[in-house]
Structure formats: C-alpha cells, structure tokens
C-alpha cells in the first residue's frame, strides 16, 4: 500500500503503480519511459533550483532562489551539515558522552566520505552480515569497496579483505564476494562491467558523467536497463549468498 502511494506521487498523481505490471514487454517498456518523465517533470516543480538545463540551453529562473540562498549561507558560514544535537547534555547510560559535549554536531554525507554509505551500516549495534553494494560511481568501479575496506581497518572495524585481480581493474566482472572471519560478506557489483556493456564499458562511463546536463527519457530508459541486468543475471547468485547469510547467522545462535 505504501508503496502503491510513493509511486503514485512521485508521478505527481498520473500514473498509479498497478498500470506500471505490463506482460507486454514493448508496452511495458513504453509505459516506464512515461512513467520517468512524468517523475521528472513532477520533481521539477518541486525542487527550487534556480538554474535548470533545457534543451541542452541554459535559463535562469529568478523566483526559485531558496537553493542558492542556503548555498550562500553555508558557504559564508562554513557550515554543511552543521546542526542542532538534541543530545546535549542529556544524561543517561545510553547517551555516549561524545555526544552530550556540543550544543552542534557536523555531519558528513556519506557520499562525500566515500561515495557509498558502508558506514551507516557498519555500526557494532546493527550486526550486519551482508552488504551488497551497487556502485555507481563515475571513475574506479572498485573505490569505494577499496576505501571502504582500508579505512575499517584503520578504525578496526569488521570487514573483509578486498583483493581485486588486476586484469579486473580495466574490465571488472558483474559480481564479486568478498568474505572474512567474523565479518560482513560483501557483494560488490559494478554498473558498467564485461558482462551487460561487453567492450563498450568506457563508452558507457562517458555517457554518463557526473557533471553534465539532464538525462533524457532514451538514456534513463537505458541506463534503468543496464543497472536492471546486473541484478537478473545474478539472480541465483545473490540468492544463494543471501541464504548462506541467513544460514550462518541461525547457526551462531
């Protein structure tokens, strides 16, 4: 129900998410590109930017100057992620006494430190035993599990050894594993791999950049394509692990 409602609003009301279940592959794939669009253009209306891309030309839209207000000021500031700790001096076993000290606390957004949110997950209390990763990133398909591994390390936490074949760095698979004693199996897959771009992995990056205009309706539709492959080509994969998880974790208790 809940998401039946989060799909329907993201389409600003146009599409309810039973239309989207298609057994016509052509229709349905016609029927996702409206869908996209109609997500976009609904999030246009609500996103204050002011300065938006069309038509690979630039206009500027003088009302919408809430974003670059607080750009301003943080940048005036030097504030990003600065804000209020409802923990301070707060009492209390449960409360560490780190966060009691500060009327504020800084906070790094996960995509900043690593460009992938391990360390959200990877805090003693969740008990995590598996990660599967989707990295998305623009440059070294392998850095943020990389990173991710080195800085646990450093920091002593859990987490497995990642070591990647060299002839993989320039033509990575679709699917790796990594394992450690007493640690969190991670699954690392990478976006643009051998198996669902072929020879045309740096072709892909290229096309689709960090900083460059908006996506068009052809290229979500096929970028929504290639990210949908790496999970159906391993579903039996990931399956299998998910179970070997479950299963171990039943066996310690």
């Keep these: ?70 750009i301003i000021k943080c940048m005036n500031h030097w504030t990003w992620g600065r804000n209020y700790n409802f923990l301070h001096d707060m009492t209390g076993e449960a409360v560490p006494s780190t966060l009691q000290e500060t009327e504020t606390r800084d906070y790094e957004d996960a995509g900043l430190l690593l460009n992938s949110p391990y360390f959200s997950v990877l805090r003693k209390e969740r008990d995590i035993d598996l990660i599967i990763s989707l990295d998305f990133s623009e440059g070294d398909p392998f850095m943020t599990v990389k990173e991710a591994a080195k800085m646990c390390k450093e920091l002593n936490i859990p987490f497995p050894e990642v070591n990647i074949p060299s002839e993989d760095l320039q033509k990575p698979k679709d699917f790796y594993v990594f394992k450690g004693k007493n640690t969190p199996t991670v699954i690392h897959i990478p976006l643009f791999n051998m198996v669902n771009c072929g020879d045309k992995i740096e072709a892909k990056r290229k096309s689709y950049k960090t900083f460059q205009g908006p996506y068009s309706a052809e290229m979500i539709t096929d970028l929504m394509e290639v990210a949908g492959k790496n999970i159906t080509n391993n579903r039996g994969k990931l399956v299998e692990q998910i179970r070997a998880a479950v299963g171990q974790k039943g066996s310690r208790r």
């Design 1 to 70: 129900m809940y998401m039946s409602r989060l799909f329907t609003d993201l389409s600003g009301g146009k599409i309810r998410v039973e239309s989207l279940r298609i057994s016509d592959k052509k229709a349905e794939k016609l029927n996702m590109k409206s869908y996209t669009m109609d997500v976009i253009n609904n999030f246009r209306g609500r996103i204050g930017w002011p300065f938006e891309l069309s038509g690979g030309q630039s206009h500027v839209e003088f009302p919408r100057l809430s974003a670059w207000t607080s």
